[in-house]
């Protein structure tokens, strides 16, 4: 190892200089060649090789007697099985600053005489098992800067570093980007037993023989239910668990025009819904007693004013409950209420002839604020100010979005954006503004929903033409591909419990209302 170039990747490690090469800069071109053969992008002599730039696999046609081998910025999709058998001289081998999608099982199989191994910065996916079997002589692994995924895949490589001192510290494996409880944490600092080898999965469980549009959940005297509007049957329906049948029972509880929203809200001992119905005004009904009781009409809402409208939502802010409704008419005004004195009063107008079709009620830092949505315009930002909410900023690049839902990840807040006529996006606040954090393909898309679901976050995406998806929610509030449902023409998804069981309801406007359990199984050691 006594040549300029099989003493290079020793450099680096010494403080980030440039590597010099009789004068030449060791980046770019111009680097020196030995007497023997050497592929195009590398520099090689008599005992090392430096490569930059490249991709497509390991570089062939090298000296077959290379002590060192450094690849930098070199792309490589996957390192199967041998992938360095033509050089089974090498005692140091360095991948820096490029891709490496995979290490297969044996991928360094043939190099026994490999002392130091340096895969950093390499944006590394995955690493089987057995891919460092056949390293005798390896007294020296660095992995800093690679991105793991810390679950149950990896407790070799725990097992494996824990066994053998570290000389270059806690980041010398890299740290993990998930799942969440381990985002961010050196990989040196786990246990194998922290990671879970546990697989998530939703499974059919009970189909209910009707369509339904809009769910919302309720909680109330220590027993959880959904509230459902059933346009088709004209109804708003109660969904609730039979403890003794061990399924789930719908009620209609009240009959309906069209309802496009049966909105279930908890005051005190007092279950409220709010009915937003196409035909016959919208009403808010009252139940004192305990389930079976009867439902009253309390209130007419809104006096006639809300012509069409298409969501309903609430939140309470500053000890004050606030309900939000969407009015999608041509002339139509969306209407902020406040509870007050027994009954929802309109409390502010927002601008009218918009057209809008969902609002979402959120706080951005430490302010109540409101996100509308248009089929007119792009997203509106609204911040409370003055006892209102005021205009604060749109929503750049997303035109025609259909509806808006948030969630929290670490204090960061981030909204899911649903178009049905292009992708959908995932936007995080950056103090001012929502900026784009990740695009998904979407088409034919109505319903993007973050929900915690038996501790785990995901973010569902529904679709009227193909599978709705199931996404994990990744480091940064990127979501990572998950499982299927054949779920068919869903309008909302709403996360349900049961004792210590936990399940996923998904609406259906063409179709059976179905209902999916959340099986948790432990997939290895």
């Known amino acids: 190892m006594g040549s300029p170039l099989a003493l290079l990747p020793l450099l680096l490690l010494l403080g980030g200089v440039t590597p010099i090469f009789g004068g030449v800069p060791m980046f770019g071109a111009g680097l020196p060649k030995g007497g023997g053969a050497c592929p195009g992008g590398c520099a090689c002599d008599r005992d090392g090789a430096w490569c930059r730039g490249g991709g497509g696999g390991v570089p062939r046609g090298l000296p077959p007697r290379l002590a060192t081998l450094s690849l930098i910025r070199w792309d490589i999709e996957a390192l199967p099985q041998g992938s360095f058998r033509h050089l089974p001289g090498l005692t140091l081998l360095l991948v820096t600053s490029g891709r490496l999608g995979s290490i297969g099982d044996g991928a360094f199989e043939g190099l026994g005489a490999l ?3 340096f895969i950093e910065d390499s944006q590394l996916g995955s690493i089987a098992p057995s891919a460092l079997r056949g390293l005798r002589g390896l007294q020296f692994l660095d992995l800093r800067g690679n991105p793991w995924r810390c679950d149950c895949g990896l407790r070799w490589l725990l097992a494996w570093l824990g066994a053998r001192p570290s000389p270059t510290g806690p980041e010398g494996g890299g740290r993990c980007r998930g799942p969440l409880p381990h985002q961010g944490t050196p990989l040196a600092l786990l246990s194998p037993r ?18 339904s549009l809009g769910a919302a959940p309720f909680w109330l ?8 509007a059933q346009p088709v049957a004209g109804g708003c329906a109660l969904l609730e668990w039979d403890q003794l049948g061990g399924r ?33 005004g919208s009403w808010v009904w009252r139940r004192s007693g305990g389930p079976g009781s009867p439902f009253i009409r309390h209130q007419a809402l809104g006096s006639g004013q809300l012509r069409r409208p298409h969501a ?42 918009q057209r809008d079709t969902h609002l979402e ?27 209102g909410f005021a205009p604060h900023t749109d929503i750049p690049h997303v035109p025609d979005v259909y509806a808006a839902k948030h969630f929290r990840v670490k204090g960061s807040v981030f909204l899911c954006l649903t178009r049905f006529l292009g992708d959908a996006k995932v936007m995080r606040w950056e103090g001012s503004m929502f900026r784009e ?30 599978p709705s998806r199931v996404f994990r929610l990744g480091a940064g509030g990127r979501l990572e591909p998950g499982q299927e ?13 049961a004792g210590r069981q936990h399940f996923l309801l998904a609406t259906s406007f063409k179709g059976a209302t179905q209902i999916y359990a959340h099986v948790t199984e432990d997939i290895g050691t």
Not at 194 to 211: A, D, G, K, N
């Open 115 to 117: 002392e130091y191994l």
């Open 194 to 211: 922290q990671l879970q080898c546990q697989r998530h999965e939703l499974r059919p469980f009970q189909s209910l023989p009707f369509s």
């Open 221 to 228: 005297g220590g027993h959880p239910g959904v509230a459902l």
């Open 248 to 280: 789930f029972r719908a009620q209609t509880v009240i009959n309906s025009s069209s309802p496009i929203a049966c909105h279930p809200l908890a005051v005190g001992d007092t279950l409220l819904l709010v009915v937003a119905q196409v035909g016959g």
């Open 312 to 353: 309903v939502t609430a939140a309470r802010l500053g000890g004050h409950l606030y309900l939000g409704v969407a009015d999608s008419s041509k002339g139509g005004t969306s209407t902020v209420f406040r509870w007050s004195s027994g009954g929802f009063y309109p409390h502010q107008r927002l601008r009218p002839w």
């Open 361 to 387: 009620f959120l706080e951005l830092g430490g302010r109540a604020a409101l996100v509308v949505c248009s089929a007119t315009r792009r997203p509106l930002v609204y911040r409370w100010s003055g006892g």
């Open 437 to 466: 954090v990740q695009q998904v393909p979407a088409r034919g898309s109505l319903v993007f929903q973050p929900l915690l679901l038996a501790g785990q976050r995901y973010v569902l995406l529904g679709n009227d033409f193909a």
């Open 485 to 497: 449902l054949a779920a068919p023409t869903p309008r909302a998804f709403v996360a349900l419990a």
